[in-house]
């Protein structure tokens, strides 16, 4: 009797525990699902987010646009060393001299590696250093982002020809894809971010930088 009892009670936690856990994952979706409203790419946007949500509760806006702006940071960085990769292996065939669209995606990669960085730890700066250089930040931040997003879809582009495979082509463009739409995603969680800060703070709209 006691035996089952035990059974019932741990049966009974177990429930509760997976009930609580969809639960929290409902609400994180749904709190996702109202953040993303205004990105272009709203599945990735939620789908990218969501194991940080779930783990640490409902993050402010601020921090969804910096951990939108790490992952971004992240998928370029792996796509620069696939295209190191790929880029290595033409140079060790007769293709050698062919390999021109690599070299410019390579760096067009590297650029969008420093801006997104940048960006990153210009954004960690808002706040930090008074209201007085919010305008200085969100500038940088928008810029940097945005010339990143031109130079995947520049990339995009310029992957062409018959020096490069057609399966590496599909990779290459798959990733700058990835890091296109990851990078959009992220000017529009910055874009949330900075609409509220202003808000909070009674900063009036930027006006043109001398």
Excluded at 15 to 24: N, P
Excluded at 39 to 61: F, I
């Amino acid at each position: 009797m006691a035996q089952n009892l035990l059974s019932l009670l741990v049966i009974s936690l177990t429930i509760f525990g997976v009930s609580t856990l969809v639960e929290s994952r409902s609400k994180a979706r749904m709190y996702l699902e109202l953040q993303c409203r205004s990105a272009l790419y709203r599945d990735l946007c939620v789908e990218t987010l969501l194991p940080y949500v779930t783990k640490t509760g409902l993050p402010s806006p601020q921090l969804l646009a910096q951990i939108s702006l790490a992952t971004c940071l992240s998928k370029a960085r792996y796509t620069k060393i696939y295209l190191n990769m790929v880029a290595k292996k033409l140079n060790e065939t007769e293709n050698s001299g062919n390999n021109q669209a690599i070299e410019e995606c390579l760096h067009q990669i590297n650029d969008g590696v420093n801006q997104i960085t940048q960006s990153f730890k210009e954004l960690q700066q808002i706040g930090k250093d008074g209201d007085a250089n919010f305008i200085w930040h969100e500038s940088n931040v928008q810029t940097w982002v945005s010339a990143a997003l031109t130079d995947a879809s520049t990339c995009i582009d310029g992957i062409l020809g018959d020096e490069i495979g057609r399966r590496e082509q599909a990779m290459i463009k798959a990733r700058f894809l990835n890091v296109k739409q990851l990078a959009s995603n992220s000017l529009a969680m910055f874009s949330r971010f900075t609409t509220r800060y202003r808000a909070s703070r009674g900063i009036k709209n930027p006006q043109i930088l001398s």
